[in-house]
């Protein structure tokens, strides 16, 4: 099912979500309308916050831009409980987007290098060292369970050009080709 997507100001974009039990109700339900909703919305990455539930899995496909970048072939997971635990490599700036925050892109600062440990949909647990464009991806997806967003990490002065345009999200005022869930 192809479900709204909630926007910049949504307060579940905010919160810490909640570790997922194995067994947890309705999960592989939720796991396939993530997929229909990232695809229908043109994203390569999708967190159930955005989706309005604060539990913790994200899922990535970068199949639609594999052809961008040599790393991306094949990154399509689904992340459950997942630990970043570490970061390595240099700070890497790459413009970033969200398809909770649509008309904005910003230059982001993250690490190059990182290892997950994860479990996939049928709860076996993974780890794996991912670098370049999926680490990217990871971290940004990542930050979203733990209640943060990409315009928490650019500078408070690109933050305060962008304060109108927010509010402008935040009160409903975009237009986008997929299904939004107005903040309020
Ligand atoms: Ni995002």
Do not use: W
């Not at 905010?14 to 993530?34: D, T, V």
């Not at 230059?107 to 060292?129: A, L, M, N």
């Not at 315009?151 to 299904?179: A, C, F, M, P």
């Amino acid at each position: 099912m192809i479900l709204p997507v909630y926007l910049y100001g949504s307060p579940v974009l905010r919160k810490r979500a909640e570790e997922i039990p194995e067994g947890y109700p309705g999960l592989k339900g939720i796991i396939e309308s993530m997929f229909e909703t990232m695809y229908h919305s043109d994203g390569i990455g999708l967190a159930a916050p955005q989706i309005g539930l604060s539990i913790r899995i994200f899922i990535v496909d970068a199949s639609p831009v594999e052809s961008d970048d040599e790393s991306l072939k094949d990154f399509k997971r689904v992340f459950i409980n997942p630990e970043i635990i570490s970061y390595e490599g240099d700070n890497v700036i790459y413009n970033e987007g969200c398809l909770s925050i649509p008309g904005i892109r910003e230059d982001v600062s993250r690490e190059s290098k990182i290892t997950i440990r994860y479990q996939d949909e049928h709860f076996e647990q993974h780890e794996e060292q991912f670098e370049g464009y999926p680490a990217r991806i990871i971290q940004h997806e990542f930050d979203h369970l733990e209640g943060k967003l990409f315009t928490d990490k650019i500078s408070l002065l690109r933050r305060r050009l962008l304060k109108s345009k927010l509010n402008e999200i935040t009160r409903g005022k975009v237009e986008v080709k997929y299904k939004i869930k107005n903040p309020r």
